[in-house]
Each structure stands twice: as C-alpha cells, then as structure tokens.
C-alpha cells in the first residue's frame, strides 16, 4: 500500500477519535461546570495525546509480538507491554492535572480508579491498533500475491526465451554437432546435458520451489555446455560447500548471473568465470566473478538486461526481506553476491 494512503488512514481514524471525543459538547449535553476554565477541552486533548502514545507504540510493537515461536512467551509479553504503558500513561496524566488542571492539592488524590481508567484505555486503543495494522497489511500481502501472480505469469516465457537464450541453444546444437561429426566421445554426455537442461526448464522450473540439488545440477550441466566451444578446460572454477540436500530455492533463480559472466567475460584469465555456492541450514549464498572483457560495453548495460531485472524483481517478490543482492565492479572483475535466508 502506497504511503500516502497509510498516512490517509491514520488521518481518517484520528479524525473519527477526535470528534467521538467531542461529540457530547456537539450536543450540549455537558454541565456548566465541567466547561469552566476549559476543564473538558483539556481532558480530550491530554486523553488523545495518551492514546496516540499508547496507539503507535502497540501497532509498532506488534509485528515483533507475532514472530515470537512460542506463543505463551507472546502473550505474556503483550500483557507486560500494556501494563508498562499503563504505568507510563496514568503518572504522566495526573502530573498534567496537577500542573495545568487548576485543580486544588485536596482534589488531586490518587485513586487506583486513575490505573484502571488508563488500562481501559489502553486495551481499547491497542485493538485499533492492531485491526489497523492487520487490515493494512493484509492489503499489501495481497497487492504482493497478486503482484506475484502476475510475474510468475509474465515471466514464464521470458525465463524460457531469455535466461537460456537461443544463441545458447544454436552454439550448443552446432558444438555437439562438431564432437558427433569428428566421432568425439564427448558428444552422448553433451547430448544427454542439454536433454537434462531442456527437461529441467520444461517441467522441474513450472514450480515455485525446486530442490537445491537440482538447480545445481542444471547450473552444473549449462557451465559444461558453455565450455564445449572454451579451448581453456580450467576457465570455469565451480566450488559448492556446505549440503544442498534438503534445501529449495526459486527455479532458474542462479542462472542469469552465470549467464552473464559468460557473456560479458573475459577469457585471457585462468580461471576467467569463479562461481562459489555455499549452503547452510538456513542460508544460502551465490557468488559469481568474472575478468571484464574489453569491448564497448558500458557497465550499465550489464545489469540493465532482462536477466538481471527479471531476477532482481523475482527476488523481491520471492523473498521479501529475506535476501542481500549486490553488484560491485573495479578496472578489472565484475562480482555478483546473492544471500538468501530461508
């Protein structure tokens, strides 16, 4: 939801507060005495700038509460916040009726009636905040979902027309050609390599999450495609640590950047492309490095492609604070990094 329609919101209860508050002096229908010396104007502006305070220090204080495991220890701390903002509240309201209420030292007692009053209070202005904030999130998340939707719809050409483009496809097709041709050994597992690829993105890659293993294996099969037609066998060095069992990942999520390297690298280096995948428990980072290759390239352009904008998006959308992606670039390497927290 756009910020100007939270604000718009936020305005629109406060405005609602304000005149219930007001409401009885619309009528009329308060005593004389209670106006004299502006007794009840008072009372609603102090009560409303101590239900702003309670207000916002719940609604940002909830989110918290909820990704607490244990919901005993969730609820038990819920019940501390409200008591210390009550604690907080009914001092600071009868230090203000003491010091601008021109209320006499006989009259300005304190009763527990005070605790239970603000208590009340505080319970009722902590149940907007919390069906505020879950109304305004749930229409982000479902401006997400829908957003998703529509990616995953748009991108399911574009992920096969682009992140295994066909020049890929003719150079492979013409390599295995040239190894069936001069009766290469070589050419049944290159055959087999671009079966097990086109088979990947045709019916593993339509899900949401794939195995890990498998994305590496797909990785793996397209690096040895690529350097069929690299004279250099070492040009690719490929290092996977930590266990990719049991871990999922977004399909075809890692193949744009190696996609890349290849495209814009250098390949005076050895190695020219270094590629380190490390899997953990619950993270998972991608590394690519490659040497620049000195052509007509500008640097925006490298990261301007569909490839790049289209997983860079899908990250956003996939795992919404749950991912680090960055580029960086000196005279000579060009360095992707990708974190992703399950």
């Not at 609602?16 to 308060?30: A, E, H, R, V």
């Not at 038990?76 to 009914?90: D, E, N, Q, Y």
């Not at 069906?131 to 990616?151: A, C, G, H, P, T």
Request: some cysteine; overall charge positive.
């Amino acid at each position: 939801m756009k910020r100007k329609n939270i604000l718009l919101i936020h305005f629109l209860f406060w405005f609602y507060i304000i005149n219930q508050g007001l409401y009885p002096l619309y009528l009329g229908q308060l005593d004389e005495a209670y106006l004299a010396g502006n007794k009840y104007l008072k009372d609603v502006c102090v009560t409303t700038i101590l239900n702003i305070m309670s207000f916002y220090i719940i609604y940002y204080s909830f989110p918290y509460l909820l990704k607490f495991r244990n919901k005993a220890l969730a609820i038990l701390s819920g019940i501390l916040m409200l008591a210390l903002v009550t604690a907080f509240r009914t001092p600071v309201e009868f230090l203000f009726w003491k010091l601008f209420g021109s209320i006499s030292d006989e009259e300005m007692v304190f009763k527990w009636i005070y605790t239970w009053n603000n208590l009340r209070l505080v319970i009722i202005t902590g149940i907007y905040a919390i069906l505020i904030r879950f109304m305004i999130n749930w229409f982000e998340s479902q401006k997400l979902k829908d957003e998703l939707i529509n990616q995953q719809q748009a991108s399911e050409l574009a992920l096969l027309r682009s992140q295994i483009n066909p020049h890929f496809l003719f150079n492979t097709l013409n390599n295995i050609y040239s190894l069936v041709y001069r009766k290469s050994e070589e050419a049944p597992a290159a055959v087999m390599k671009l079966s097990s690829i086109m088979r990947y993105m045709l019916y593993d890659a339509t899900t949401d999450k794939v195995p890990l293993e498998k994305e590496v294996e797909y990785l793996v099969s397209f690096i040895e495609l690529q350097k069929l037609r690299i004279k250099n066998p070492d040009f690719v060095s490929l290092e996977i640590e930590g266990d990719t069992e049991g871990r999922s990942i977004a399909p075809m999520l890692l193949i744009s950047f190696v996609e890349n390297a290849f495209r814009y690298g250098s390949k005076k280096h050895n190695p020219g492309i270094v590629i380190r995948l490390s899997a953990a428990r619950n993270l998972i980072r991608f590394e690519v490095m490659n040497y620049i290759k000195k052509t007509t390239f500008k640097p925006e352009e490298r990261e301007s492609g569909i490839g790049l904008v289209n997983i860079r998006r899908r990250l956003e959308l996939i795992y919404p604070g749950k991912h680090k992606f960055l580029i960086s670039e000196d005279a000579e390497t060009y360095r992707i990094y990708l974190e992703i927290n399950k």
